[in-house]
């Protein structure tokens, strides 16, 4: 099996995935399904201010998705090529790893996070997020799942 991406066709749906993802978790937040700001917690590893980190944040997503995309990418041409069912199924293995190792390890490596076993301070005074995400929200996991599910299934559809 040789692996060929269309760069330009990854480029231009790699872009649009990642702008859903964002979109979709931003939607999640505004109708209060979970207090998760992905932006506002990418943004504020760069600055204390937290408009600016918004900004950063918004703009840090968008790449980190889009980089991510090449993974996905990659993936469905070893699983068989891209369809929407196969992105989304990466896009829930994705959410899975997220949810049990991705959170669980943030407090240790983000400046303004406090984390389960250190309450916060004056420099450390995000929430962390918890098992699952749940200190966000108790529907915050399948606001997470359903998020990457959308932003797979849009690669794996148009992708070609």
Request: glycine share 12%; charged share 10%; hydrophobic share 50%.
């Amino acid at each position: 099996m040789t692996l060929q991406i269309h760069w330009s066709n990854w480029l231009f749906w790699g872009l649009i995935a990642s702008l859903a993802l964002v979109s979709a978790e931003s939607v999640a937040q505004g109708l209060g399904l979970t207090r998760l700001n992905l932006p506002l917690i990418l943004g504020t590893a760069i600055t204390p201010n937290r408009d600016r980190a918004r900004a950063f944040g918004i703009a840090l997503h968008i790449v980190i998705g889009w980089l991510f995309s090449l993974i996905y990418v990659v993936a469905m041409q070893f699983l068989g090529g891209p369809t929407w069912y196969r992105g989304a199924l990466i896009g829930i293995a994705h959410a899975l790893f997220i949810c049990l190792i991705g959170w669980q390890a943030l407090p240790g490596i983000h400046p303004r996070m406090a984390s389960e076993t250190h309450g916060p301070t004056s420099t450390r005074m995000l929430e962390p997020p918890g098992f699952m995400g749940l200190n966000y929200g108790i529907s915050t996991p399948v606001a997470v799942f359903a998020t990457h599910a959308v932003f797979g299934s849009i690669l794996g559809q148009f992708y070609r």
